[in-house]
C-alpha cells in the first residue's frame, strides 16, 4: 500500500554533528576545564617558567666548539629537564653534553665520518658559484 515507506533513504539528523573544526574547538574547551597533567604548556593558564637560555658553561662550551668547528651546525635545546645538543646536519639526532661542564661527547659525533661527509656536502652546496 502507499502508507507502507520501505526506509530506502534516511533524513538528515536534525541535531548538527560536530564537524571536524567544532570537534576540535570542542576538545579545546574539554582541555580547558581538564588540562592533561603531563603536559608541558597547558591552555588557558600561563606557562611554567622555562629557562630560554642554556647555562653559561654550556654556552662558553658551544662557543668555543663553533670557533673548533666552524662550519658545523648546532644548538643546545631544552629537552624536559635536560639540555641536549642538536646537529642541524644529522636530523634526529640529540647528543648529551659532558662529561662533566663539557661538549668531549659531542665531538666525538663532530668527527664521526658520516657527519663529516654531511658538513662537506651542505658546504659544497652551498659555496657559491
Not at 36 to 62: D, H, N, T, Y
Request: proline share 13%; charged share 20%; aromatic share 6%.
Amino acid at each position: 500500500s502507499q502508507n507502507e515507506r520501505k526506509p530506502h533513504h534516511i533524513d538528515a539528523p536534525t541535531s548538527r554533528t560536530p564537524t571536524p573544526t567544532s570537534f576540535t574547538q570542542l576538545q579545546a574547551q574539554s582541555s580547558l576545564s581538564s588540562p592533561p597533567q603531563s603536559a608541558g604548556i597547558m591552555l588557558g593558564s600561563e606557562p611554567e617558567p622555562v629557562p630560554k637560555l642554556p647555562p653559561r658553561w654550556l654556552s662558553e662550551a658551544i662557543h668555543a666548539t663553533q670557533t673548533s668547528y666552524p662550519r658545523d651546525r648546532f644548538e643546545a635545546i631544552l629537552r624536559g629537564p635536560n639540555w641536549r645538543i642538536k646537529c642541524a646536519d644529522c636530523p634526529g639526532k640529540l647528543y648529551v653534553p659532558g662529561p662533566g661542564e663539557t661538549l668531549s661527547n659531542y665531538e666525538v659525533h663532530l668527527r664521526n665520518r658520516q657527519h663529516r661527509q654531511r658538513v662537506n656536502n651542505r658546504s659544497s652546496r652551498t659555496k657559491p658559484a
